[in-house]
């Protein structure tokens, strides 16, 4: 997996790497797929949600760039995968579910993959979490209809942004680096995230 569709795709940074080859992603999927763990593509997770693609996980993590000690924020906790691979690179993980019965597998995915230390809620991600806030990194790993502003506002100076913008079945990848009268915004690649729902999200 991490040859072939991580490195074999341009994403070559060392610390990257390795925090891939340290998380068991097996640990993150039900035990049926867990043939299909380490495939290149996105697999079912329970409540009509995936796991994205071990691509596209590393694409999000390489363009946030979180540096150890650094507060990350990631909306859409699923399964935990990306959570995990966060905690492994050294960051301070925050991370936001709406399903309450993904958030309570997620905890314990993250004990059977022996990932410690993080911090979990189940809400409405598209508001944030002020109370941790200002967060140096936001992951935003569901579809949004457009840039959810109250994430915005919870950025550091200088903090960035990664979340997927378009419609409910083609977005694309953007990265948004809070300046000091806004935002630089740089788009990335074409992808297929599931729908980012609530205030500042699409409808249920
Ligand atoms: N990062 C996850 C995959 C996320 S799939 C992993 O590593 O497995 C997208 C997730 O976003 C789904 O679990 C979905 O329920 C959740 N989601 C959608 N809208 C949300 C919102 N407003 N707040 C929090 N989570 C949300």
């Known amino acids: 997996m991490v040859r072939e569709q991580i490195l074999g795709r341009g994403i070559d940074e060392p610390r990257l790497l390795e925090a891939f080859l340290s ?6 999927v039900d035990e049926a797929l867990s043939s299909r763990a380490y495939g290149d593509t996105a697999l ?15 694409r999000m993590v390489q363009l946030g760039a979180p540096q150890p ?3 990350v924020l990631e909306i859409g906790t699923g399964s935990g995968y990306q959570a995990a691979i966060l905690a ?3 960051a301070e993980v925050f991370t936001v579910e709406r399903h309450a ?7 314990e995915n993250w004990a059977r993959a022996m990932v410690p230390g993080i911090t979990q809620k189940i809400a409405d991600g598209t508001l944030g979490w002020a109370r941790h806030a200002p967060f140096d990194v936001i992951l ?4 949004a209809p457009a840039v959810p502003m109250p994430l915005l506002r919870q950025l550091s100076a200088a903090g960035r942004m990664i979340v997927p913008v378009g419609s409910a079945v083609r977005q694309v990848l953007k990265r948004l680096t809070r300046t000091t009268d806004g935002a630089q915004v740089e788009d990335f ?7 980012l729902i609530g205030r500042a999200g699409f409808d249920a």
């Open 140 to 143: 935003v790993s569901a579809a």
């Open 189 to 195: 690649d074409s992808c297929s995230f599931v729908r």
């Open 101 to 107: 019965s993904l958030g309570r597998r997620a905890g």
């Open 88 to 90: 492994r690179l050294g």
């Open 69 to 71: 000690g650094q507060r």
């Open 44 to 58: 079912p997770i329970g409540a009509g949600q995936t796991l994205s693609q071990p691509y596209i996980v590393a």
């Open 23 to 28: 998380v068991p992603r097996h640990a993150f």
